[in-house]
């Protein structure tokens, strides 16, 4: 999404400029160790016009490139027939589909959405949150809510939009057959675990109603985005499945309202922008506890507030789920978004209800708070090595690389 976004960007800030003949893309860090895996070459080719741009021939991929701005740098450059640059830019993806241009001078310019010019609500921490929610018998959505730009009738209908696309790429997953993309020939199972999920006869032991559920939907989402498929990045596409799974499991068992889904969501993304603000939610800076970790981190407390906790149980709910991903790498074999990133989907979600679960049969008192968690995650994910986070290059990436060699 990121390289994506930074493409759109690129040509938005080029214009229509009838010199430019070529267009090409250098990508750096771990996008050029990762980005073949994780589709980069196809979604650029989305966006740059197709006789400006091969992605064949017009990539250069640089994992080893020294004193990035960020893990996940790329350059894009227009030339005219003589060769000569027309215009070359530097982004970063920060995670989560969002990027940020490096000026000539190092500073970053955001590429920030519409924002409202002065939130209701300016918050920094999970701690201010609670505060607020107390002083004012408010609820983690309501804080969110009050700091959108729209009204709020406009942001419950644009969120039904996000809770569809989510539901219709569960359903498309659960009857999808068949093998993944890439060499690694992985089979996709969300069909298999639809079909125990619905019957009694099939289900054997070890077989909760909503863990099933949870199990067949993480894998449809998760195995629908390593197919290239529609997703919504929530907080990324790698770990997309962790909230849809999280929260159509609970509709269907529990009989939730859309209104209830729509304040999970709002929360949910309020625990992102926490996480986001002070940490990260990109694989390349954090390991996977940036990516699967924030997820389930959103979906628990999400869920929390969907059920009618309070604001502390949801504060609780996120932080039991993030603290129990803490240390967790990023590692996926062969660079593609599949082992083991799909089953970390389904483990993400359940940690995400166990957390909520914990919460709401508790005071909401705790020892560790969600904000303490973040940082805890954001120097363990400084602390850890660049090889274990989205570059391919140790853990399960290389041991995998290594026994078929072994086996050679
Ligand atoms: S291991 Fe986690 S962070 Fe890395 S690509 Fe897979 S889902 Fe994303």
Redesign the pocket.
Same mark, same amino acid.
């Given at each position: 999404m990121g390289p994506m976004r930074a493409a759109q960007l690129f040509l938005a800030a080029l214009g229509n400029n009838p010199a430019v003949q070529r267009i090409r893309v250098r990508l750096h860090g771990s996008l050029g160790a990762?980005g073949r895996g994780?589709a980069t070459d196809r979604a650029l080719a989305r966006v740059l016009p197709a006789h400006l741009f091969n992605p064949e021939t017009d990539i250069e991929w640089l994992p080893e490139t020294p004193d990035l701005p960020h893990p996940n740098t790329l350059d894009l450059m227009a030339f005219d027939s003589d060769g000569a640059i027309r215009l070359d830019q530097r982004y970063v993806s920060v995670g989560g589909g969002l990027v940020e241009r490096i000026r000539s001078d190092g500073s970053r310019e955001r590429d920030c959405p519409a924002a409202p010019a002065r939130p209701v609500y300016l918050v920094s921490s999970a701690a201010e949150i609670l505060d607020i929610c107390a002083a004012q018998k408010l609820r983690w959505s309501d804080v969110q809510l009050a700091n959108e730009s729209l009204s709020q009738e406009e942001v419950f209908r644009r969120l039904g939009i996000i809770w569809k696309t989510m539901r219709e790429c569960i359903e498309r997953g659960l009857t999808a057959e068949g093998q993944l993309p890439g060499p690694l020939g992985v089979r996709r199972r969300a069909p298999e675990a639809y079909r125990r999920m619905k019957s009694d006869a099939q289900q054997g032991p070890l077989s909760d109603p909503l863990e099933l559920r949870l199990h067949a939907y993480a894998l449809a989402v998760n195995e629908e985005n390593a197919a290239g498929g529609v997703v919504v990045t929530a907080p990324?596409n &790698?770990?997309a499945g962790v909230l849809p799974a999280a929260f159509a499991a609970s509709q269907d068992i529990h009989r939730l309202t859309n209104e209830q889904i729509a304040r999970g969501l709002l929360t949910a993304s309020l625990i992102a922008g926490l996480i986001k603000l002070h940490a990260s939610l990109s &694989?390349a800076e954090m &390991? =996977?506890q940036?990516?699967?970790g924030s997820a389930s981190a959103m979906a628990a407390g999400g869920l929390v507030e969907m059920f009618g906790g309070t604001p502390k149980q949801v504060e609780m709910a996120a932080e039991i789920a993030l603290e129990h991903h803490l240390g967790?790498? =990023?590692? *996926?074999v062969g660079g593609l978004?599949q082992i *083991? =990133?799909i089953e970390?989907?389904v483990m993400g979600a359940v940690k995400a209800v166990h957390a909520a679960s914990l919460a709401l049969g508790s005071a909401g008192d705790h020892k560790i708070s969600l904000d303490q968690a973040i940082i805890a995650m954001r120097d363990i994910g400084r602390d850890m090595h660049a090889r274990y986070k989205?570059t391919a290059q140790g853990g399960l990436a290389k041991v995998a690389v290594d026994v078929s060699r072994v086996k050679c």
């Amino acid at each position: 999404m990121g390289p994506m976004r930074a493409a759109q960007l690129f040509l938005a800030a080029l214009g229509n400029n009838p010199a430019v003949q070529r267009i090409r893309v250098r990508l750096h860090g771990s996008l050029g160790a990762t980005g073949r895996g994780h589709a980069t070459d196809r979604a650029l080719a989305r966006v740059l016009p197709a006789h400006l741009f091969n992605p064949e021939t017009d990539i250069e991929w640089l994992p080893e490139t020294p004193d990035l701005p960020h893990p996940n740098t790329l350059d894009l450059m227009a030339f005219d027939s003589d060769g000569a640059i027309r215009l070359d830019q530097r982004y970063v993806s920060v995670g989560g589909g969002l990027v940020e241009r490096i000026r000539s001078d190092g500073s970053r310019e955001r590429d920030c959405p519409a924002a409202p010019a002065r939130p209701v609500y300016l918050v920094s921490s999970a701690a201010e949150i609670l505060d607020i929610c107390a002083a004012q018998k408010l609820r983690w959505s309501d804080v969110q809510l009050a700091n959108e730009s729209l009204s709020q009738e406009e942001v419950f209908r644009r969120l039904g939009i996000i809770w569809k696309t989510m539901r219709e790429c569960i359903e498309r997953g659960l009857t999808a057959e068949g093998q993944l993309p890439g060499p690694l020939g992985v089979r996709r199972r969300a069909p298999e675990a639809y079909r125990r999920m619905k019957s009694d006869a099939q289900q054997g032991p070890l077989s909760d109603p909503l863990e099933l559920r949870l199990h067949a939907y993480a894998l449809a989402v998760n195995e629908e985005n390593a197919a290239g498929g529609v997703v919504v990045t929530a907080p990324t596409n &790698g770990a997309a499945g962790v909230l849809p799974a999280a929260f159509a499991a609970s509709q269907d068992i529990h009989r939730l309202t859309n209104e209830q889904i729509a304040r999970g969501l709002l929360t949910a993304s309020l625990i992102a922008g926490l996480i986001k603000l002070h940490a990260s939610l990109s &694989g390349a800076e954090m &390991g =996977c506890q940036g990516e699967v970790g924030s997820a389930s981190a959103m979906a628990a407390g999400g869920l929390v507030e969907m059920f009618g906790g309070t604001p502390k149980q949801v504060e609780m709910a996120a932080e039991i789920a993030l603290e129990h991903h803490l240390g967790m790498t =990023c590692d *996926p074999v062969g660079g593609l978004v599949q082992i *083991p =990133c799909i089953e970390r989907n389904v483990m993400g979600a359940v940690k995400a209800v166990h957390a909520a679960s914990l919460a709401l049969g508790s005071a909401g008192d705790h020892k560790i708070s969600l904000d303490q968690a973040i940082i805890a995650m954001r120097d363990i994910g400084r602390d850890m090595h660049a090889r274990y986070k989205e570059t391919a290059q140790g853990g399960l990436a290389k041991v995998a690389v290594d026994v078929s060699r072994v086996k050679c």
